[in-house]
């Protein structure tokens, strides 16, 4: 390609006065080292500039991005220097060979050729020399862009379009978990090694008895069992390695669809996030490139896989905002993860709170509350739920009592035989070892000291670790038979002859109590209206409904009885707050917190409740005040306390101070006699002193 016009026609001094920059780049590192030729033509270019008239001294070079690539500006500081020195003025002109693969991605490309455009910079690859301010030039540069990015897209699409077919007609070569291995004609099977095998045999049969990937892994490791791993890379690529099993390693054996004999490509996907970067997703099934059932040979069915993945995502949503169905935790609630709201249909969750010293169980169903912030939807009170299902699963139980107890014989008979079985193939693999040192060491010229020494090292050490598998081995045989014939038996014929005992026994765990629930119930549906519905779904199918009483609350609990209330509201008809507590105790009753009552105890009962005090009833039936009759009568008030106590005149005490309200005086009523003695005009009986008054006036 021929620029429009001579060279030296488009360099101008206003070019020459600014530097120029030579940006040299290799994509990779590959590049760097073995492409010597390229980085000769990119150093050439120097030359060229030199011959247009820039002095050596001012030919910059950017070489900052070797080994990086050029499909994106983000990580290349040589390429942001340069559109920095160039957005500045500083560059007369940007050298480059091949200034089309400058930049591959089309933005960062259009970017700074518009920037040289702006600050009039020239640009000259191996090709020619481009004025971007000038049209055709641009249109030159902008079309070589273009092609050039064009052209990655083509090479792209015709590798990964290779690999796609491959990968849809199963026939692509990936790689393998362990467990699975390729045979000499490239077909997949269960990997030669027995060992391997059986383990992950176990890994799944496990899994499918517990039902949760944790359990798995304590599993491995309570029964000190190792789980292998393939190398991915490194030196031992490819080499096996026997480790703890981990609950990560654990989860992607069961999310893996290889296990099942599928054959499966394009399970996730790596979008380009802003900056570059790509952040593998994956995918739901659905949308998986290729999936193939049964491609070759696995460790479960289809269907079994498909289980895990339920009980994986159960066990995961457990922790999530619906919690489904949850494995057995600690703490007493008896129905966690069973509960199913009434309302809504959502699994409630367990509070525990304390109420005097004892943990207390709430159900309650809060998805709206923390999704959207409403209301709570149902908070039932667990403790009178959990003591009547308790109940009536003992109540159920005991016909099945006996096959219960077999199956649970039978279970951990099966389990304890396959782990020996497992932990024999460990012995003997180490005793295969132990005899391969041995014949290694045979066979060795026993001249060549050097060799000799220490392949009978290596026959010593195979021969301890041998013998320290076997003493293991049979420790814990001895164990598990102490288990089984001790412990073990009698529990089991104590859980058959006797279940309500062992599970009303205070050493029976939470747990194993929520386990033998789950044995028997599949879920329970709770419902609060004027009573607690309890619906329970049982495991073969059958349901029964369940109606209690709401519990009351702790408030409700210390609340003065309703019957107490309405003798207070009696007596104080006719009786002071005193008088009340006293004819209370008499009579036996306490406050809502089990205390004796006393007349402060009273009133603030009084108050509490809203009973209308006694000055306010003996008011209502028209009684006077001291302040009022002495008005009426025309004495003072003194007298007025004076005449009640001669029995001239009839009061009732309103509290325990001695005060009282009297009753009005008719027509005919005592009058101010003086001369007369108060004791012969007395109309009523003498009132005792208000001290200890025991008057009781009845209307
Ligand atoms: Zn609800």
Redesign the pocket.
């Known amino acids: 390609m021929i620029s429009s016009n001579d060279p030296h026609q488009k360099v101008r001094a206003e070019h020459l006065k600014r530097d120029a920059y030579l940006y040299i780049r290799q994509s990779t590192l590959q590049q760097v080292l073995h492409n010597t030729e390229s980085t000769q033509r990119q150093y050439a270019l120097k030359q060229r500039a030199i011959a247009l008239g820039w002095p050596t001294e001012r030919v910059n070079i950017i070489d900052g991005d070797q080994g990086q690539s050029g499909a994106s500006a983000t990580d290349r500081e040589g390429f942001q220097k340069l559109v920095a020195e160039v957005g500045m003025g500083h560059a007369g002109i940007v050298l480059g060979l091949e200034v089309s693969r400058l930049a591959r991605n089309c933005s960062d490309w259009h970017r700074l050729l518009e920037i040289c455009g702006l600050t009039d910079t020239l640009i000259l690859d191996e090709d020619g020399l481009y004025d971007p301010g000038n049209f055709n030039d641009r249109l030159l540069l902008g079309l070589k862009g273009a092609m050039s990015e064009a052209e990655l897209h083509v090479l792209r699409a015709r590798l990964q379009g290779g690999i796609r077919n491959k990968a849809r007609r199963g026939e692509l070569k990936t790689p393998l978990p362990v467990g699975l291995a390729y045979d000499s004609q490239g077909k997949v099977i269960l990997d030669p090694d027995k060992q391997v095998q059986q383990t992950l045999r176990t890994f799944f049969q496990i899994d499918r008895r517990e039902g949760s990937a944790l359990a798995v892994v304590k599993y491995f490791y309570k029964n000190g069992l190792d789980f292998p791993q393939r190398l991915r890379g490194g030196v031992q690529k490819g080499q096996l390695v026997w480790g703890p099993l981990g609950h990560s390693r654990a989860i992607y054996a069961l999310r893996n669809p290889r296990y099942a004999g599928a054959f499966v490509f394009g399970r996730t996907r790596a979008p380009k996030l802003a900056g570059g970067r790509q952040v593998h997703k994956p995918l739901p099934q659905e949308e998986w490139h290729t999936l193939i059932p049964d491609a070759h040979p696995g460790y479960l069915t289809w269907q079994q896989y498909k289980d895990n993945l339920r009980m994986l995502h159960a066990c995961a949503q457990a922790y999530g905002h619906d919690r489904r169905k949850g494995p057995p935790r600690q703490g007493p609630a008896l129905l966690q993860g069973l509960v199913v ?1 009434g ?2 249909g ?1 699994r409630m969750t367990v509070r525990y709170h304390q109420r005097q010293g004892n943990l207390v169980v709430d159900y309650l ?1 809060h ?1 709206e509350s923390t999704q959207h912030g409403q209301g709570l ?2 908070l039932i009170s667990g403790s009178g739920i959990d003591k009547t299902v308790g109940e009536l699963l003992l109540e159920m139980v005991r016909p099945v009592t006996l096959e219960l107890a077999f199956a649970v014989q039978e279970e951990l008979q099966a389990r304890l035989e396959e782990v020996d079985q497992l932990r024999r193939r460990q012995m003997e693999h180490a005793r295969y070892e132990a005899q391969l040192a041995r014949t290694r060491f045979m066979q060795v010229d026993p001249n060549n000291r050097l060799v000799a020494d220490t392949l009978e090292a290596d026959w010593n050490d195979k021969l301890r670790a041998l013998t320290e598998t076997q003493e293991q081995y049979e420790q814990q045989r001895q164990k598990d038979r102490m288990v089984l014939d001790e412990a073990s038996r009698q529990k089991v014929l104590a859980l058959a002859q006797d279940l309500p005992r062992l599970w009303h026994d205070p050493n029976t765990s939470d747990q194993d109590r929520k386990r033998m629930v789950r044995l028997l119930i599949e879920d329970v549906t709770l419902t609060k209206a004027g009573q607690i519905t309890v619906q329970i779904r049982f495991k073969g199918g059958t349901t029964q409904t369940l109606h209690l009483p709401i519990p009351l609350t702790s408030w409700q609990a210390r609340a003065t009885s309703p019957d107490v209330l309405r003798q207070i509201d009696q007596l104080l008809e006719s009786c002071t707050d005193a008088e009340i507590a006293a004819e209370m105790n008499r009579r036996g009753c306490r406050t809502g917190t089990k205390l004796e009552f006393t007349r402060i105890l009273v009133k603030v009962i009084r108050l509490r409740h809203g009973l209308k005090s006694r000055y306010d009833r003996l008011r209502e039936r028209g009684m006077l005040t001291a302040v009022e009759i002495a008005a009426q009568i025309g004495i003072s008030t003194g007298w007025v306390r004076v005449w009640r106590h001669r029995g001239l005149l009839l009061g009732y005490p309103y509290n325990d101070k001695g005060e009282c309200l009297y009753e009005p005086v008719g027509d005919n009523g005592p009058t101010k006699q003086l001369g007369i003695n108060l004791s012969e005009r007395r109309r009523f009986p003498e009132a005792q002193s208000h001290v200890d008054n025991e008057v009781h006036h009845e209307a």
Do not use: I, L, W
Request: aromatic share 0%; charged share 10%.
């Open positions: 709201c309302v809504c959502r169903c998805h939807c149902q």
